[in-house]
């Protein structure tokens, strides 16, 4: 996955410095899709630290991005040991698990850099203790479907859609909270729009 990584990033970086996009990339082994459509595939990266490839090689953008997504990770951390009132010591046992448990650490150890999302789930996860809570205003649902759409950008398809799946079976279980749930889904959708449409490209009709 490092080599089909190295490959997508390359591609930003080449387009970036040409003031481009990169719309098509025809190593297939990099696209792992019949296609050649760069935007079509779910889990490209198109964050907006891509940018910094325009004055970094990829390796050390690989580093760089890693550091900006353990802080963006351990922020929200923060926020959770604030809103619990936890102590050192269970602070310390979570920052642990989820930073350094094996699960993660495998994927990322083996380049699957699209799991960058996994960093905004304490921040998901903090919207539904507010919601769970009552503070379910267009401000929430706009941090919400912010949240969301950042996820996406870093190629977290996956993660996007069990965040769905998740927000979904609350719906459908927890009724007072049904209609919150479905203004940020709307609200998630049109924002993230300019990246939903590309995939639509991979379906077979419309190739």
């Not at 929200?76 to 310390?92: I, M, N, P």
């Amino acid at each position: 996955w490092a080599e089909v990584w190295g490959a997508r990033l390359q591609a930003w970086r080449d387009a970036l410095l040409h003031n481009t996009l990169p719309f098509h990339l025809g190593d297939s082994g990099a696209m792992r899709s019949p296609s050649d459509r760069y935007f079509a595939v779910p889990d490209m990266v198109t964050s907006p630290q891509v940018l910094l490839l325009r004055w970094l090689e990829v390796g050390p953008y690989s580093l760089v991005n890693a550091l900006l997504l353990f802080t963006v990770g351990t922020l929200s951390l923060l926020a959770v040991r604030k809103r619990f009132s936890l102590s050192l010591f269970a602070y310390a046992v979570l920052f642990l698990t989820f930073h350094f448990n094996g699960f993660v650490v495998t994927h990322f150890s083996i380049g699957h850099l699209s799991w960058g999302g996994y960093y905004f789930f304490p921040a998901f996860g903090m919207l539904l203790l507010e919601l769970e809570n009552g503070q379910h205003d267009w401000a929430w649902v706009t941090r919400m479907a912010v949240v969301l759409f950042l996820m996406l950008l870093q190629g977290s398809f996956h993660h996007f859609f069990w965040c769905f799946l998740l927000l979904g079976s609350l719906a459908l279980t927890h009724w007072r909270v049904a209609m919150p749930i479905l203004k940020a889904a709307i609200a998630t959708i049109l924002l993230s729009m300019g990246r939903l449409l590309p995939m639509l490209y991979r379906f077979e009709g419309l190739q």
